[in-house]
Every structure is written in structure tokens, then in C-alpha cells.
């Protein structure tokens, strides 16, 4: 029964690791062998609230869908939008409006799915529990659990709140995704410093963990958003998601296109009226005219398709994308900060190093899959008796069950067993026979007090062995001879053993001794651990880690070339995570931070800290985010993956969050942007030479787009200016825009990747939209353009046409225009005066036949001519406009070219 002392509130004790199981239960009243009473109990459950996590404020579905209109940019094509209406332009505006609620519906659409990691992070609450209640055991719901309730565990339990181990016995926990460990964690109930972090908390059982094997008894210490799952639930909830790099950049597009319509519009409408050339209306249809001619009614349109191409790739090279800007916020990637286990590792243990009395051994292979070889000085091993005896002990003294489902390899118990089966594997052994030509016939099962596993076997001639593994020290121990590669056995080295554990642990392997004993003389059915022989004979060492994918060095590498710095953020030991990321190529192979040097840093530190580091160890969820916003606020984009919960709230702040599809959680699923639907790291390099391609074609559009809108600004302007009519009209100008470039946009959307687009640097943060050689090339484009038009206008007034037909002129002159521009923009800077440049792209062609469709029924069918007020032109007159619009395309190249060769003067 409860001792009916008060419980202390949960935040009052924060560090039940470093205390031990009598304080704790004395701290929360409790009693260890009858728990609360029902009373009592009840009573805790009104002050501390039900064992769940909060659901959390949201916005509305109406407020949400409100949000998506507060941009800049469509605040101006309403604008647009409506002027048109007052114009009697209802096809016109509707093209619009209909652009606009697009991007809102689609932006809604991805706001409500990125709402479910919350949902994800509560579904891995536990929902029953067996507890001590009053002296009784109960499964109750693991919503009534309160601080200070003594919990009963077993295998297979999912830990229903944070508890404090009391009494464990073999117990190990999976907390990978809590922590990011790749093999589970062994318990007790022994205390911990105070300055432990949670993967070090080996006193503590965490919810929403599970238990991999063994059973303990524990006290809740702290429930619902207490808990280490509800602190990063909190955590998350409270992370704001950032804009991407695009997305602020369209938004001071907007700004800047907003504020020079204004200016032009007004300036324009005061020269006109002071002129008075013109009526009031006129006039102001024509400025009216210029305003509809400098906005890029298709830009949104255009942005989306491409991004929505971007995706469809993307998803060939297995990266999945869940928010449709996240393409483009590939492409500006500077740094990568990758969890190792699962990402950059395989996430599968495997035998990478032998030890023997007489040689060391490397192997090869992939994980738990049996393909690879053991080699000596990089050839393939002979016929060792050490060897083989070991391959013996790791396929028989063994619990461990490994199948292959879907051409995947999957471990039943631990995986540091699992591994040893591929091992035997590769030494030619095969586990059915050898466990058949050698039953066991009794076992001493491993436990953490003793550390080590044995197993009695009976051979084909009646007598017995006994085969060993175990902590080395603790194997090495009870052997006082060793087996040398000649089949006889000499007194052992131990500080030959000694050194090589140490080298293989500072390798960041995990080792294991291995023994074995033959006629060990023991009395089968009644083996416990003190009855383990001291005159064991020692095979060797082996050392065992979770090995990096072949595929993501080179990814890395990759990486590395193109400007991208990547960084390692692990749950994983320090050594450990120094010994991957120098396999990997991260880094520079020595250095490495660990999460108590991140928690002495205050925010200045840690910034001027991963200007230089890149490899950072046992890392909490708090020093995941800490570094993802220090890396920010060092003008970096951050691409963050990760897999488990404790990477959730780091995803979320990342400038794109990348989760893990085949072994990540729900959580990081839902909070990323990204998901990789094989777990390997390359694809996000292949996924980052899309993003920059998108980025690419985007760029390309917008420099295809500005100059026609330019030129039709200008072509109106001019006329104002030096008071003739104008060679187009407002409803002709939105024709040009809507229909010749956006069809022509589109073909740019499709454009693939330019040869070297994974050896430029990351596009820096700062860099605007339209950079300064983009300016230029609108200027220059444009000017040419309006040169161009407004001499196809000239020369049909000059020949007595009317206005109508010299409108319908310049029009397919700015189509025209636009169609050979096109050529040009495929290559902002490299020639275009080839065809095999024109390869590559199939829908070339067809944005170039729409095109000409579209315009011949402007130029000749009568429905266009009641509508836009243009008359057909005399055939004739094509040549000459094709004719100047070649001169138009040489025109580009030439400045092109020489652009090339000011580029590669100062080169030198």
C-alpha cells in the first residue's frame, strides 16, 4: 500500500537517473511490492491529468485556406484580376482567379498532411499496462497510469510511460527511434550521473519504447506530455515551419514588380493627361495595358508545373516529396545534417574484423545479407581451424533467428547475434547441418551479470563441447590456453588479445570474445552461470559494427563536390560515430562533438562550433534542433534526416526534413518534407541534382518570361510617350502572356540536367531571383524585342495598313520573338548553335507547334478578330517577320558569346 505520503510534482525531480530506487520511491511515495492504492491513485490522476499527450491549438480549415492568399504576388494578380473584370475581360480574369485558387487549394492540401506528426507521435503510446494496484495485478489503460505506479514488464511490452527501473533482469529496450542506438539497450537499476543523456539512462524505460527481451519491474516517474515522448511532442508542435529559399524570393519579386507597376502606371498616366493626346479613357486602357503587360500572370502556373515535374522525377530516384516547394529548396542545399544509423549505415550489424591467436581478419558483405568474403592481407582466407571453430560458435551459441522476406534480411532477438549467422556464412558453414551434426543439449542463457552465453553440444562420437561468446573480458577470463592456426592450443596471450579489443573498439566496433572447451566434463540439465570452466580455450576476437552503404560514400563524395557539406548527428557513441563518418568522408576523421560539449555551448558557441565540425555524438532532440538552427543562423540551408521520433522536431525546422520510408516512424514521416523510399542516403544526393535542375528550369522561365513582358510594357510606354497608337492592346497583352508564353514556359519545365549541375555551388541564400546577369539579360532581351516589334509596326503603317492589321504584326512579332528567344533560353550562357543542343527536350517541338497553331488562328479565323480587334495578314509578310526573328535569335548568341569569353578572361 501507498505509505500516504504526497507525491512530488513531476517536474520537481527531474533527475530520477542519478538517484536510486529506494529515494525514487520514497520521493514518489510508492511502494514496491503493492504499488498505489485505488485511492490514492485517483487522487494523483485529478493533479497530474490523464497519461496522454495534448492534441494541441490548431488554425481552423477556413483560416487555413485563408493564409494561402497572404502573398504578395497574388495579391497583385487579384488586382489584375479584377481590373479585367471592370474591363468586361471575364475570360481573362477567370484565368486568373482560377490560377490563384489553384495555389491556395494545393498549399492547403500539404498544410493539412504535415498537421498528422502529432497525430503519428500519440499513436505509439502504449494503450494497456500491468500495474500494482493495492497490492494487486491489474492491466489497466495506460491512460490511468500516474507518477508513482509500479510497472511490470516483459518481452514484447511497449513501455506505457517514463519509468525507473526498480528490479531488471536481462532486460533490453529497442530505442532507436528514441535515441538513434542501432542495437537495444541494456538495463538496470542501478543509478546514472546526472548529466547522462538519455541514451546512457540505462536506469530508465522510455514510452513509446519497446522491450526487446528480458522483464523488470518499475515505478512511472512521469506521464502524457512529462514524458521524454511528450517533451518532443512539445517540441514539435512548437517549431514553426520556414519558407522556402523560392518562396521568399517570389515574395520580393512580388514586392519589386508591385512597386514598379505603381510608379510606371502613375508617372505614364501624368505624362499622357499633360500631353493630352489622348482621351481619359484611352489613356487609361493603356496604362491599364502596361500594368497587365509587366505582370507574370503565368509565373504561379508556370512554378508549380515545374515543381510538380520536379517531383515526378524525384520519385524515380526512390525521394518521395510530400510539400511541393521542398523540390526547389533541394536545389539550394548547402549543408546535409544525416542521422548515421539507418541512413548512412545499413542499420544492420555485421562481423567486420576477426582477431586470432596468429592473424587479423577483415569481411566483407552488406548487413545480414550471407554474401561476402573473409579476407587476410587482402586475400581471400585459406582453410584456418581458429577460423572455422569460431564460425562454430557464432552458428551455435546463439538464440538469435535470421530470415530473408522480400530479398530483405530480417533478425528475430539480437542483432549482434543475428550477425554472427552471415559470418559462419561466409566461411562455407551451413547452420541446419552443423546444428544437426551437433545438438545442444544445454545452455547457459546470457545475462548482464555475467556477460557471457554458453552452450553444450554432443558430437557424431558421443562426446560433448562447450562453445563460448561473450564480453571478452569476461571470456578471456576463464580461458588460460589459446588456439593457434596449427590446431594446437599454448598458453594464452592476454595482452595480445587486450590490444587488439582495444583497436577494434577505437574503430568503433563492438567485440566479442569467443571460446569453446572441448570434453568439458559438465553434468548436462543443470548448467548455471558459476559452473562456467576456467581452463576454456580462447578462438579469437570479433569485432562488429553497423557498416556504412557503400553507395553513400560516394554520395557523400559527390556531395562534397558540388559545395554540399555534410554532417553527422547521431544518438550513437562518440567513438562509434568518429570511426563512421571517417569511413564515410565526413569530417576530418578525429573530431567529433558529443551532446554534454553541445549543452555547455550557448547559442554563439554552438555557432561558431559547426562553422567547423561535422560530426556530432549522443546527441538529445533538444541538440538536434539546436544545431539545425545554428547552421541557419550561419546563412546555411539544412536538409535534416533522420528516422526516428527523436529527429522529429530537427525535420520539421530544417529547411527541407528528410525521413527514412522503409525504417523511419510515422512521426518523421509526417513532420518531413521528403521521404526516401529506399533509406539510402545517394538518393538525396540524386535528389538534390533535381532540385537544383528545378531551380534551374524555374530561372530559365523567368528570364524566358520578363523580357517579353518588358518589351510589351515598353512598346506601350513608348507610344505614350512619343504620342502614336499603340501597337498593341491590353486585351492583345494578356493573349501574349497567357497563352505564346506560357505554352512556350512549359517547354522549359521539361528541360533535364545541364552536365554540370552537381559541380556549381549551392545557390547562395541571398542571392534575389533576378541576379544582376538576370537583369541584364531582360534588359537586353527586351530592348532587342521592342526594337523589333515596333519596326514590324512601323513598316505595316509605312505600307497603309490599318491599325488592326499592324497590331496583328507586332503581335506575331513578339510570338515570333519569343519562339526563336526560346531556342536561346535553353542555354542561359552556352551556345545554342547546334541542333544536338536542341536534343534532350521532347516537348520542344510540341510547345513550338502549339504555339504556331494558336497564332495563325489569331492572324486568320473571326471569332479572334471580334475578340482582340486584329485582322489577317497578307502571306507575304511572314518571311520577313521569320526573317528578323532569326536575326532576333543570332542577336542573343552573340551576346552570349561574349559574355563566354569576358567569363573565361577573368578565369585566367
Known amino acids: 500500500m501507498s505509505t500516504g505520503k504526497a507525491a512530488a510534482p513531476q517536474d520537481a525531480t527531474p533527475i530520477w537517473h542519478a538517484v536510486s530506487a529506494e529515494d525514487a520511491l520514497n520521493d514518489l511515495a510508492s511502494d514496491f511490492r503493492s504499488g498505489l492504492s485505488p485511492s490514492e491513485a485517483d487522487a494523483r490522476l485529478q493533479t497530474f491529468g490523464p497519461n496522454r499527450l495534448p492534441a494541441g491549438k490548431r488554425q481552423g480549415p477556413f483560416l487555413r485556406l485563408l493564409s494561402q492568399f497572404n502573398n504578395i504576388l497574388i495579391y497583385v494578380l487579384l488586382a489584375a484580376g479584377f481590373v479585367k473584370l471592370m474591363l468586361g475581360l471575364w475570360l481573362d480574369a477567370s484565368i486568373i482567379f482560377a490560377v490563384v485558387i489553384l495555389n491556395a487549394v494545393l498549399g492547403f492540401i500539404q498544410e493539412g498532411k504535415a498537421e498528422k506528426a502529432l497525430d503519428s507521435i500519440r499513436n505509439m503510446l502504449s494503450s494497456e499496462a500491468r500495474v500494482l494496484r493495492g497490492g494487486e495485478t491489474r492491466m489497466l489503460p495506460a491512460e490511468a497510469l500516474v507518477p508513482g505506479d509500479i510497472v511490470l514488464l516483459e518481452s514484447g511490452d511497449r513501455i506505457p510511460a517514463d519509468i525507473r527501473l526498480v528490479e531488471a533482469k536481462n532486460l533490453r529496450t529497442e530505442e532507436a527511434a528514441l535515441t538513434g542506438e542501432s542495437v537495444p539497450s541494456e538495463k538496470t537499476a542501478d543509478p546514472v550521473p546526472a548529466k547522462a543523456t538519455i541514451g546512457d539512462r540505462h536506469n530508465m524505460g522510455f514510452s513509446g519504447t519497446m522491450v526487446v527481451s528480458g522483464r523488470a519491474t518499475g515505478m512511472v516517474v512521469a506521464t502524457g506530455a512529462a514524458t521524454e515522448l511528450g517533451r518532443i511532442n512539445r517540441m514539435l508542435a512548437e517549431v514553426s515551419v520556414l519558407e522556402t529559399p523560392l518562396l521568399r524570393q517570389i515574395k520580393a ?63 524515380q530516384r526512390n525521394a518521395i516529396i510530400r510539400r511541393l516547394p521542398a523540390v526547389e529548396t533541394l536545389g539550394s542545399v548547402s549543408r546535409i545534417c544525416s ?70 534480411w530480417k533478425v528475430e532477438g539480437d542483432p549482434t547475434e543475428g550477425a554472427l549467422f552471415p559470418f559462419a556464412a561466409k566461411l562455407g558453414m551451413d547452420r541446419a547441418a552443423e546444428s544437426a551434426a551437433t545438438p545442444r543439449i544445454d545452455a547457459i542463457p546470457f545475462e548482464s551479470e555475467h556477460k557471457f552465453m554458453a552452450t553444450l553440444h554432443r558430437l557424431t562420437d558421443g562426446k560433448e563441447i562447450l562453445l563460448v561468446k561473450g564480453a571478452p ?86 556531395c562534397h563536390a558540388g559545395g554540399i557539406r555534410v554532417t553527422m548527428i547521431t544518438g ?53 534542433l539546436r544545431l539545425v538552427k545554428a547552421i541557419q543562423n550561419n546563412g546555411q540551408i539544412v536538409a535534416m534526416t533522420g528516422d526516428g521520433v527523436n529527429d522529429a522536431p530537427a525535420l520539421k525546422k530544417a529547411d527541407i526534413g528528410v525521413a527514412m520510408g522503409i525504417k523511419g516512424t510515422e512521426v518523421t514521416k509526417e513532420a518531413a518534407g521528403m521521404i526516401l523510399a529506399d533509406d539510402n542516403f545517394a538518393s538525396i544526393s540524386a535528389a538534390v541534382k533535381e532540385g537544383r535542375t528545378v531551380y534551374n528550369n524555374i530561372e530559365k522561365a523567368l528570364l524566358f518570361m520578363l523580357p517579353t513582358n518588358v518589351a510589351q510594357g515598353a512598346v506601350i510606354a513608348i507610344a505614350i510617350l512619343f504620342a502614336f497608337t499603340l501597337p498593341i492592346t491590353a486585351p492583345q497583352v494578356l493573349w501574349i502572356n497567357m497563352v505564346t508564353s506560357v505554352a512556350l514556359g512549359l517547354v522549359i519545365a521539361f528541360e533535364p540536367h545541364e552536365r554540370d549541375v552537381m559541380l556549381r555551388p549551392p545557390r547562395p541564400t541571398a542571392q534575389p531571383i533576378v541576379t544582376g546577369f538576370g537583369l541584364w539579360r531582360i534588359l537586353f532581351v527586351g530592348a532587342a524585342l521592342v526594337i523589333y516589334t515596333l519596326a514590324a509596326f512601323a513598316l505595316r503603317k509605312a505600307q497603309g495598313a490599318s491599325d488592326g492589321m499592324a497590331r496583328t504584326a507586332a503581335v506575331n512579332t513578339i510570338a515570333i520573338g519569343q519562339i526563336f528567344y526560346l531556342l536561346n533560353s535553353r542555354f542561359l550562357v552556352d551556345s545554342s548553335l547546334s541542333l544536338r543542343a536542341h536534343a534532350g527536350n521532347p516537348y520542344l517541338l510540341y510547345g513550338i507547334g502549339a504555339v504556331v497553331v494558336l497564332q495563325l488562328l489569331f492572324t486568320y479565323t473571326a471569332p479572334f478578330h471580334a475578340i482582340f480587334g486584329n485582322e489577317s495578314l497578307p502571306l507575304w509578310i511572314w518571311p520577313w517577320l521569320i526573317g528578323g526573328g532569326v536575326v532576333f535569335f543570332l542577336v542573343v548568341e552573340l551576346e552570349k558569346l561574349i559574355i563566354r569569353r569576358v567569363a573565361a578572361i577573368s578565369r585566367r
Open 473 to 558: 573480458e569476461v571470456v578471456l577470463e576463464h580461458c588460460d590456453r589459446q588456439q593457434m592456426e596449427s590446431g594446437d592450443t599454448v598458453p594464452i596471450d592476454r595482452a595480445h588479445f587486450a590490444q587488439a579489443g582495444d583497436r577494434l573498439a577505437a574503430r568503433g566496433e563492438r567485440v566479442l570474445g569467443l571460446a569453446w572447451l572441448p570434453s568439458p566434463g559438465l553434468q548436462a540439465g543443470h548448467l548455471s552461470a558459476a559452473d562456467l570452466p576456467k581452463n576454456l580455450v580462447a578462438l579469437g576476437l570479433v569485432g562488429l559494427m553497423d557498416p556504412p552503404r557503400a553507395e553513400a560514400i560516394e554520395a557523400v563524395s559527390e
Open 339 to 408: 542521422d548515421k544509423t539507418g541512413t548512412l549505415t545499413l542499420m544492420e550489424m555485421m562481423v567486420t574484423s576477426v582477431v586470432t591467436s596468429d592473424a587479423d581478419y577483415e569481411v566483407s558483405g552488406n548487413g545480414y545479407a550471407p554474401e561476402g568474403e573473409v579476407t587476410r592481407n587482402g586475400s581471400k582466407a585459406g582453410r584456418d581451424p581458429t577460423l572455422e571453430r569460431m564460425g562454430l560458435v557464432s552458428l551455435l551459441c546463439n538464440d538469435a533467428e535470421l530470415f530473408g522476406v522480400d530479398g530483405r
Open 572 to 624: 550513437d557513441h562518440k567513438i562509434t560515430a568518429a570511426a563512421i563518418a571517417r569511413m564515410l568522408g565526413i569530417g576530418d576523421g578525429t573530431t567529433a562533438v558529443a551532446g554534454t560539449e553541445i549543452e555547455a555551448m550557448n547559442d554563439a558557441e554552438l555557432q561558431d562550433c559547426v562553422r567547423d565540425v561535422d560530426v556530432f555524438a549522443r546527441a538529445s532532440p533538444e541538440h538536434k
Open 253 to 315: 519579386f512580388g514586392y519589386v514588380i508591385t512597386a514598379a507597376i505603381g510608379v510606371i502606371s502613375v508617372l505614364l498616366f501624368m505624362w499622357g493627361r499633360w500631353l493630352g493626346h489622348m482621351s481619359f479613357i484611352e489613356l487609361f486602357q493603356a496604362v491599364v495595358g502596361i500594368a497587365v503587360s509587366l505582370i507574370p500572370e503565368g509565373l504561379p502556373a508556370l512554378i508549380t508545373i515545374t515543381l510538380a515535374i520536379g517531383v515526378q522525377r524525384m520519385a
